[in-house]
């Protein structure tokens, strides 16, 4: 069972199947799978909560087996994405940071728009937007953005008038 609290936080999708795609004009890599971006953000959401992640507060954090995640974090490194110590400290290289920062504002503008412009509920934009980070462009996601902030301005200048 995940840590429901810290998946929560951290807009992880732990079951959940994806479609993998073709992502231009990103730093999204297109060798990294959706559960590999999910063990990026698990990484950054751990080390900036406790400090320090280890392998253990990754599987943890995920709902998955530490074996698993060893796996994963053995990818990651071949990626270039994450540093590690032998049963030791997980940490994100500068190129693994990028990618997470990446994730981090799609799934603010998806979060936003679904939310304060489609009206969805908080939690189900919540599930969505975590799901949806791995799909669309980084233009899709800037456009998003976009369109969320000129609705809002024009409520606010409604709402003085």
Not at 8 to 23: D, F, L, N, P
Not at 47 to 72: D, F, N
Not at 93 to 106: A, C, D, F, S
């Amino acid at each position: 069972m995940p840590n429901s609290y810290i998946s929560i936080i951290m807009g992880i999708c732990t079951k959940q199947k994806y479609v993998h795609m073709h992502r231009k004009n990103s730093a999204l890599p297109r060798t990294l799978t959706p559960k590999l971006e999910n063990y990026l953000k698990a990484i950054y959401f751990i080390q900036r909560r406790e400090g320090k992640a280890t392998v253990k507060k990754i599987a943890l954090a995920l709902g998955v087996k530490v074996p698993s995640a060893s796996e994963a974090v053995k990818r990651l490194m071949r990626a270039g994405m994450i540093r590690h110590e032998n049963y030791g400290e997980v940490s994100l290289t500068e190129k693994g940071m990028k990618v997470v920062k990446e994730l981090e504002e799609r799934y603010r503008s998806i979060l936003s728009f679904l939310n304060e412009v489609l009206g969805i509920d908080q939690d189900l934009a919540a599930k969505e937007s975590c799901i949806l980070e791995h799909l669309i462009s980084k233009e899709t996601a800037l456009r998003m953005a976009s369109l969320t902030r000129k609705l809002k301005e024009k409520r606010a200048l409604k709402s003085c008038s």
